[in-house]
């Protein structure tokens, strides 16, 4: 009988413990004699602990990005811009140097996935879905939410291939596909037609191209 | 008697006073309520994305809902207007920690879908539209919901077993596992693609500082995102912890005094929570959009 009284005491007391207030029980003091560490050893211990977790997580991810430092890049570019023709071959080779695992999925760099992208837009050029926004009146607020729904970071991923990065490729060579669809043009033509079109704009600062083009281009980035 | 009334205030509990929670309460209420009817009210934000974006805003509604209704509670019971222990208080008690339950455990899956989201709109771009149609965003949404509802249902119920608390804390570290290593790898997948950009003959000084200002960003909105889910979260579940491993330590008894903090913390995440995912640095813009459907 005292058994079960004392468990439903401690059962009442363990649920007390998690969503009420009122849950420091007269029963079971704690002793606490003979310490011989701070009494608020744990919880100081734990957040030292959890402010060095964060702060070394930010370290490692801004030392991954130091090995891409300013300074750095200098060597390569030097290597690389005596051959601007062959960019087709600079980018596999850099790709090799990289982790593969990582940069396969992209089907090496951002040529070979605008022209991918391209070949998609043509296929799926017959989809209802994709026609449904085209006509809508609020490109420009849409636009604003398209970048507005990245943050920085994915800014930044959008140049590995997010989808909104893919909208700004569209758009910004939509009337250049028609052209291109017409001929049979071979990937490296592309890509120095595209780094003529100020990729690095693209790349860098796609909100604001978004944005820029707003009235004149449809919005394929709400069409999901 | 005595003795032991002096060692329990070794320790004593660290009380939060009830404006802290109905301030904390009535602002994270107020901004889940605007990401929630924005979403809804605004057809341009009818993608898996937002849809992911406003399920969270509204898990995190009704945790701050609940958790304002039970202070006002607990302020009306210490005033004497309402009896603690009577049959129709602890029966809306249970209601209330169901209510909180499920709204902690969606938001937990909430963080997992969105990352996932991010993750397939990264690595699987081209077939994005393909993999994450609304369909599926409403099955798995769908799923969310029902497996949150039943889990709070039976937690509470079964509260008094010590397995569900280790399959609370079990699978609050496998989400949080997964959720910093999707995020890490969209990082170094983008820092690497990045670099490869980098390395094209563009010759211009101002290109590499940008990206690599635009990465450090990167870096930055990384360890805002992962960080403020580790700060708010993580002493909490570490107080599930310490009930079930040493209840009668008297470290660990200090540590349990200061559980309304944690309780603070939790509710201070779902503030914070529109400004890491919804509200961006084109808020203005997110506000039109309500403004004008």
Redesign the interface.
């Known amino acids: 009988m005292s058994d079960f009284h004392n468990r439903s005491q401690i059962?009442a007391r363990?649920?007390d413990?998690?969503?009420?207030?009122?849950?420091?029980e007269?029963e079971?003091?704690?002793?606490?004699?003979g310490?011989r560490?701070h009494?608020?050893?744990?919880?100081i211990g734990?957040w030292v602990g959890?402010a060095v977790?964060?702060m070394f997580?930010?370290f490692v991810?801004?030392l991954?990005?130091k090995t891409?430092?300013?300074h750095q890049?200098n060597p390569?570019?030097a290597e690389?811009?005596p051959?601007?023709g062959s960019?087709l071959v600079?980018?596999n080779g850099?790709?090799e140097e990289?982790?593969k695992a990582?940069?396969r999925?992209?089907l090496a760099?951002?040529r070979s996935?605008f022209n991918?992208?391209i070949n998609?837009e043509d296929q799926d050029q017959g989809r209802p879905k994709r026609d449904d926004n085209r006509s809508?009146a609020?490109d420009k607020?849409?636009r604003?939410?398209c970048?507005?729904?990245?943050?920085?970071?994915?800014?930044?991923?959008e140049?590995?291939?997010?989808?909104?990065?893919?909208s700004g490729h569209v758009e910004k060579t939509k009337t250049d596909r028609e052209f291109l669809s017409h001929f049979n043009i071979p990937n490296f033509v592309n890509l120095d037609h595209s780094?003529t079109l100020g990729?690095?704009d693209l790349?860098?600062e796609p909100?604001v191209i978004l944005e820029r083009q707003a009235q004149a281009h449809n919005d394929h980035?709400?069409?999901? | 008697m005595n003795s032991g009334l002096m060692n329990q205030t070794d320790c004593p509990e660290v009380m939060v006073p009830f404006t802290v929670f109905f301030i904390v309460g009535v602002v994270s209420l107020a901004e889940n309520l605007l990401v929630v009817v924005a979403v809804i009210r605004n057809r341009n934000l009818h993608s898996p994305m937002y849809c992911f974006i406003c399920s969270l805003a509204a898990f995190n509604t009704i945790a701050s809902v609940t958790k304002t209704w039970e202070n006002l509670m607990i302020v009306l019971s210490d005033m004497g207007q309402l009896e603690k222990r009577g049959p129709s208080e602890t029966k809306l008690d249970d209601v209330m920690d169901s209510l909180l339950c499920m709204s902690f455990v969606g938001s937990i899956f909430s963080f997992l879908a969105i990352a996932v989201d991010r993750y397939i709109t990264i690595f699987h771009a081209l077939r994005y539209h393909n993999i994450m149609t609304m369909q599926r965003t409403g099955v798995i949404l769908g799923a969310i919901w029902t497996t949150c509802g039943m889990l709070a249902v039976l937690m509470v119920k079964f509260f008094d077993f010590k397995f569900v608390m280790i399959c609370l804390v079990v699978f609050f570290i496998i989400s949080l596992a997964v959720i910093c290593f999707l995020y890490v790898y969209m990082f170094m997948l983008a820092r690497i693609h990045a670099k490869n950009i980098a390395a094209l003959p563009i010759g211009r000084k101002s290109r590499r500082q940008q990206r690599w200002s635009s990465i450090m960003r990167g870096a930055l909105t990384l360890t805002i995102l992962f960080g403020a889910f580790v700060v708010c979260w993580v002493p909490f579940f570490l107080h599930l912890i310490i009930i079930m491993v040493c209840p009668m330590n008297p470290y660990c008894e200090c540590y349990r005094s200061l559980f309304q903090l944690h309780v603070v913390l939790m509710m201070s995440h779902a503030l914070i929570d529109p400004a890491i995912y919804a509200f961006r640095r084109h808020q203005c813009t997110f506000v039109v959009c309500f403004i004008y459907p």
């Open positions: 059962s363990r649920s413990y998690v969503w009420q207030y009122e849950y420091y007269e079971e003091p704690v002793s606490f004699d310490l560490a009494r608020y050893s744990i919880v734990f959890l977790f964060v997580m930010f991810l801004t991954l990005t891409g430092a300013p890049e390569d570019l690389k811009r051959r601007p960019c600079d980018i850099h790709q990289n982790d990582f940069s999925p992209l760099g951002s996935y991918f992208y998609e809508s609020r607020t849409s604003g939410l970048s507005s729904g990245m943050d920085e970071m994915e800014e930044d991923l140049a590995a291939g997010g989808h909104g990065r893919l780094s990729e690095d790349l860098y909100s980035c709400d069409s999901r």
